[in-house]
């Protein structure tokens, strides 16, 4: 038996990466990424000027796994992903070239999805399954 909440989850108010590995982390989202933070003291970094997250949601490992690899079964010598981050970019081919280049091991390629997005993943340097994607029906009409 489920007990109504009290309250109601009214957006997703933050979402990052629990950091190791500082410099590798940096590399990734402000060099790689080019995402401008702010940065607090304790090497906390934030930014309030991305949108917010169109969708929350928890990802099954086997779905992950089958969207990465075409299997249930995540490989054992890729690390299992702890959580998963999507950034829309204005050019998944440009985006992957460009992440390849500085050295990050692709799990996908410009895959297209039967719901029509495209995307590339890899894993962050903390574990996260990051994906770089175009996203046709979360696009704002212009």
Not at 22 to 41: C, H, M, N, P
Not at 85 to 106: H, I, P, Q, W
């Amino acid at each position: 038996m489920q007990v109504a909440s009290s309250f109601k989850v009214l957006f997703i108010a933050g979402f990052g990466p629990i950091v190791r590995e500082t410099t590798a982390s940096g590399k990734l989202y402000r060099e790689d990424l080019g995402i401008s933070f702010k940065q607090e003291s304790g090497g906390y970094f934030h930014t309030e000027a991305l949108e917010g997250a169109k969708t929350f949601a928890l990802w099954p490992l086997s779905q992950a796994a089958h969207s990465c690899f075409g299997s249930e079964s995540w490989p054992e010598d890729i690390p299992v992903p702890q959580a998963w981050l999507e950034f829309d970019v204005d050019s998944v081919e440009k985006a992957t070239t460009n992440l390849e280049s500085r050295g990050y091991r692709m799990l996908v390629r410009t895959k297209q999805e039967p719901w029509g997005q495209t995307v590339t993943r890899f894993l962050s340097p903390e574990g996260i399954l990051v994906g770089i994607t175009l996203t046709p029906q979360m696009r704002k009409e212009k």
